[in-house]
């Protein structure tokens, strides 16, 4: 029978014999820590994977939460649509010129004697939906204004105007009208 390579190799004298009772430890550990992940002595440190899982769990629930806020506005926002939509007010007979301001710009909306009438009361209020305004009953503007009082415009409250005279007001018995045209 032929000798193995290794055998010749030592009988030729190129190779030194290893004692047989004595192997290294260290490749059987190096090959556990792969299959495992870990040491075997057992470190303190987390797995590279673990924290790769966390914090792609993390990014995930911070994205989810992203996403049900945005659906809970866009929601809230079809609400409002529908409100303002349902209970719009039709303009008849455009003949005066009302004059409000959104911000900081003054619009002009061109609206019937009656319908002048209820937005400097009060009944009636002016809101804002893409860009457009439209004009509600009070009522609907009370809800919307529950939802986001961002989409109100124009909320005349003869209660506010009242209680904001002060005593010492030397003009308090000259009453400017509501319908006072410029």
Same mark, same amino acid.
């Given at each position: +029978?032929?000798?193995?390579?290794?055998?010749?190799? $030592?009988? &030729?004298?190129?190779? *030194? !014999?290893?004692?047989?009772?004595? /192997?290294?430890?260290?490749?059987?550990? @190096?090959?556990?820590?792969?299959?495992?992940? &870990?040491?075997?002595?057992? &470190?303190?440190?987390?797995?590279?994977? !673990?924290?790769?899982? @966390?914090?792609?769990?993390?990014?995930?629930?911070?994205?989810?939460?992203? @996403?049900?806020?945005?659906?809970?506005?866009?929601?809230?926002?079809?609400?409002?649509?529908?409100? $303002?939509? &349902?209970?719009?007010?039709?303009? *008849?007979?455009?003949? +005066?010129?009302?004059?409000?301001?959104?911000? /900081?710009?003054? #619009? /002009?909306?061109?609206?019937?004697? !009656?319908?002048?009438?209820?937005?400097?009361?009060?009944?009636?209020? $002016?809101?804002?939906?893409?860009?457009?305004?439209? $004009?509600?009953?009070?009522?609907?503007?009370? /809800?919307?204004?529950? #939802?986001?009082?961002?989409?109100?415009?124009?909320?005349?409250?003869? !209660?506010?105007?009242?209680?904001?005279?002060?005593?010492?007001?030397?003009?308090?018995?000259?009453?400017?009208?509501?319908?006072?045209?410029?």
């Amino acid at each position: +029978m032929a000798k193995s390579l290794q055998e010749q190799l $030592i009988q &030729s004298g190129l190779a *030194k !014999e290893k004692p047989k009772g004595r /192997k290294s430890k260290a490749p059987k550990a @190096r090959k556990q820590k792969r299959a495992t992940g &870990s040491s075997a002595a057992g &470190s303190t440190q987390p797995n590279p994977v !673990e924290l790769n899982a @966390r914090a792609k769990a993390e990014r995930d629930r911070a994205l989810n939460a992203k @996403r049900q806020a945005e659906l809970a506005r866009r929601e809230l926002v079809g609400q409002i649509r529908q409100l $303002i939509e &349902s209970s719009r007010l039709e303009i *008849k007979d455009p003949e +005066m010129d009302y004059n409000f301001t959104d911000g /900081k710009t003054v #619009r /002009k909306l061109f609206v019937g004697k !009656e319908l002048h009438a209820q937005l400097a009361a009060g009944h009636a209020v $002016i809101t804002k939906l893409d860009g457009g305004y439209s $004009i509600v009953p009070r009522a609907a503007a009370d /809800k919307i204004a529950e #939802r986001d009082e961002s989409f109100i415009v124009v909320l005349n409250d003869r !209660e506010k105007d009242n209680g904001a005279e002060t005593v010492d007001d030397e003009y308090a018995d000259f009453k400017v009208p509501d319908d006072l045209m410029w």
